[in-house]
């Protein structure tokens, strides 16, 4: 499938990602170890070595509205596997971050998810899954998805029914505060 559309290229697109991320895009030679080592290239609609691609070929567009990008788990696999040293996943998260600035979720729910987790952080210093899900469900509107999974959780203890109190809370909610002044 050819999805480079050199009409609609931004000359401006890899030089951005490669500051944002301080990765040397240009020495990527599509050899697609990122995408075999990949445990989602089952579910992506654009392969992550093809997302390298669409990159270098300026496809803004293309790239910032790609599912891929949603459903990329950070597991750093494609880091790893790649022989030039690029640190692929980085580059993926960088892509995330500036679909969302831009207003692109293309997988809606999983923006929910990693918003709900993030907030959970800021407001407990760690993941507090009960509240976590809790809030997921809510602003998702799935409430049967995972429905079968809590009785067995609670039952086993792997759930707690309030938060866990860690020291050092105020340092990570710090750390949120700090980003969002751009520090
Ligand atoms: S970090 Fe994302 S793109 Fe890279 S291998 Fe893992 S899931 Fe795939
Ligand atoms: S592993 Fe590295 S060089 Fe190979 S396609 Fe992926 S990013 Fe490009």
Known sequence: MN????????????AEVASRSGQDLKTCYQCGNCTAGCPYTFAYDVPVSQIMRLIQAGQRETVLN??????CASCQSCTTRCPNSIDVAKVMDVCRHMARENGCVSERTSKL???AFLQ???????AFELGLMATYTMKSGRFFDNIALGPPALLHNKLSLKP?????KEQVARIFERFRKGE
């Open 164 to 168: 866990h109190s860690i020291q050092g």
């Open 66 to 71: 790609s599912k891929s990008l949603w459903l």
């Open 120 to 126: 959970s952080v800021e407001k407990h210093g760690r």
């Open 113 to 115: 998810f990693t918003d």
């Open 3 to 14: 999805i480079i559309d050199l009409t609609a290229a931004d000359c401006d697109f890899q």
